[in-house]
């Protein structure tokens, strides 16, 4: 609906006005000549602010990369070590099994490890080299041999690092491996070279680097008793980064050291470990807080300017604006002949005098753009009634010759008449019937167009609604071998079962008639309108035939639409069917919606609100 502009303009300033003079006013003058006065001071804070936030983003950018420079670094060694490790191990198994005889307890020291052994299923050492300086290899316990097979059945080709086990009385790393046969081979490593290797990594007062494992326990740290008791660091976000094998710079709070870091970190390709470099974000800071106090010469400077300047600006900038105010003003009371006055000093400020110029171009349109909703307002509520008089007018005067037609027919029919001339009289009379629908069809839209058809609401069950359906369709579904069933609640409900009725029968209809073959069938569900929702019932009519394409189903509820074209050259039908019954059902604050596949079937669902009846 078209609504006048001068109708609400008014209203809308008004109210605006009404809640300005329940704040706090100042005058514009006073807002440039205070703003002009504090731009005086603004420069040096946000000089200052400038030049400690670069000076400590630029120790960020730093930390960033040479954190993360050294975890890489960091991350890169170990890998080689753990590939180193890995090929002594499986060097140390070809060995056992006999593949080499080579001497190989030395290297075993070299690299940690204090002894490689092979065992069969049963857990029986079958074969066994011990490093130089291991003088005996305690057998680990069941528990940790099912672990460390468990973690070789996952990947039976590869040698496996596992996480950081408690053994002999020290944190270990085990390898383990599959062999034939259902044998394992495994290996302790001791973790002296990874805390040398961390403990090479000192800068700052704080800064360090940690080793963890694929599970987040500590493997290397500055404090030893992390290192002893096997440390679970996994609840630090950064390590869970570690864990998921990302790389990058995080900051994180740490709470033994009681203070925001920020740290480089990575992870070792092979192993899963993760290294991190982090540093306390305080030693950035201080390293940050240099030049904090120069040019403030330039503020006294600009406020002896300011001071001058000032108060003759605001009065420059504050006239032409009070004019478009006052304006705005007379225009809000319904004055739309009201133009700003434009100043004839010899200094303008270009842009108020541009807002005042805008702002009477804006009022002339305005005029004119009212005069112009207006006619059209007028034209379309014209149109309206001309349209929807046309067809009430119409339908009225063609059903009455109509009934008139169906009479002769009737009466033609009942006398002496041959098979074609029957045949003929039913084929007219079925024309006149359909005609006789349209006109209802259209006469029925007409009224829905003004929501001049109100629900009356009354006890009803769906059941019987569902059934009437069926009983008027049964014979046509019959003919056409069709399935026609109902599967509806008896429930006694409070709603208009004449609307629901009447939509049921089209939704029904429209499925007989677009059916084939198989079958359609109503079914409803009742909705709890528990926690202050209103109750819902949803009455489903599913068939089994044509179905709709999904791009045409947005039409399927517009008037006069028939979606296929061919369609409606073998089907009978105005279009209006839907079209009316989305109507209805939005009378009563309900929706109708529809899934449809191509050749598949359709199912139309009416939901409304509905409330349960007292038996």
């Not at 609504?3 to 704040?23: F, M, S, Y």
């Not at 002594?88 to 056992?96: D, K, N, P, T």
């Not at 605001?314 to 100043?343: H, Q």
């Not at 149109?383 to 046309?390: D, M, P, Y």
Request: charged letters at 20%; one cysteine or more.
């Amino acid at each position: 609906m078209l609504v006048h502009v001068k109708d609400i303009q008014p209203a809308d300033v008004k109210i605006g006005l009404r809640q300005t003079r329940l704040g706090f006013q100042i005058r514009i003058r006073w807002i440039v000549f205070a703003s002009l006065i504090l731009a005086s001071v603004m420069p040096l804070i946000g000089l200052y602010k400038w030049m400690e936030v670069s000076a400590l983003q630029k120790e960020i950018a730093y930390a960033d990369e040479n954190h993360l420079t050294i975890a890489k670094n960091l991350s890169a060694t170990m890998d080689r070590y753990a590939n180193d490790v890995a090929s002594i191990f499986e060097l140390s198994i070809r060995s056992l099994e006999g593949s080499y005889g080579l001497e190989l307890r030395e290297a075993l020291d070299s690299f940690d490890l204090s002894f490689v052994t092979v065992m069969d299923e049963n857990d029986y050492v079958l074969n066994e080299v011990r490093a130089t300086s291991t003088t005996t290899s305690p057998r680990p316990p069941p528990e940790l041999m099912a672990g460390l097979r468990s973690q070789a059945a996952a990947d039976p080709d590869k040698t496996i690092f596992s996480g950081i086990l408690q053994f002999d009385g020290a944190p270990h790393v085990f390898l383990v491996r599959n062999l034939s046969d259902g044998k394992l081979a495994f290996a302790a490593l001791k973790l002296q070279y990874l805390i040398a290797l961390q403990n090479t990594i000192k800068f700052g007062e704080l800064g360090h680097a940690m080793i963890v494992d694929q599970n987040g326990i500590v493997i290397a740290h500055p404090n030893p008793e992390w290192q002893a008791t096997s440390k679970d660091a996994s609840k630090l976000s950064v390590v869970q980064q570690m864990m998921a094998g990302e790389t990058g710079v995080a900051t994180f709070y740490s709470p033994p050291m009681q203070a925001d870091m920020i740290s480089g970190f990575t992870f070792v390709a092979r192993t899963g470990w993760g290294v991190m470099v982090p540093q306390p974000m305080r030693e950035l800071i201080a390293r940050a807080k240099e030049s904090e106090h120069i040019a403030a010469i330039i503020v006294i400077v600009e406020i002896a300017f300011i001071i001058l300047m000032s108060w003759w600006l605001a009065n420059l900038i504050a006239t032409p604006i009070m004019n478009v105010a006052k304006t705005a003003k007379e225009v809000s009371a319904g004055n739309l002949d009201a133009r700003v006055a434009m100043g004839s000093a010899s200094i303008k400020i270009y842009e108020a005098d541009l807002l005042g110029q805008n702002f009477n171009w804006v009022l002339s349109d305005l005029q004119s753009e009212q005069n112009r909703l207006n006619v059209a307002l007028n034209a379309a509520h014209e149109g309206e009634r001309v349209k929807s008089q046309f067809l009430s007018v119409m339908s009225h005067e063609i059903r009455t010759p109509m009934h008139g037609l169906m009479g002769i027919l009737e009466l033609v029919e009942n006398g002496t008449l041959e098979d074609g001339q029957r045949n003929l009289i039913t084929i007219g009379q079925k024309a006149a019937n359909n005609m006789v629908c349209l006109l209802d069809n259209v006469l029925q839209f007409v009224r829905l167009e003004f929501n001049a058809q109100s629900g009356k609401v009354s006890k009803f069950k769906p059941s019987e609604l569902a059934q009437g359906a069926v009983d008027l369709f049964q014979p046509l579904a019959m003919q056409k071998g069709l399935s026609l069933t109902t599967s509806v609640s008896d429930q006694l409900l409070l709603g208009d079962p004449q609307i629901i009725s009447q939509i049921l029968l089209n939704l029904v209809g429209n499925a007989v008639k677009f059916t084939e073959e198989g079958q359609v069938h109503i079914a409803s569900e009742l909705r709890d309108g528990s926690n202050g929702k209103e109750n819902r019932l949803v009455l489903s009519v599913t068939d089994s035939g044509i179905g709709i394409d999904k791009d045409l189903q947005p039409k399927i509820f517009d008037e006069f639409i028939q979606v296929d074209s061919e369609l409606s050259r073998t089907n009978e039908g105005t279009g209006l069917g839907l079209a009316i019954s989305s109507r209805l059902a939005q009378l009563m604050k309900g929706e109708i919606t529809l899934t449809s596949e191509p050749y598949k079937g359709s199912c139309f669902q009416l939901n409304i609100p509905v409330t349960v009846a007292e038996v």
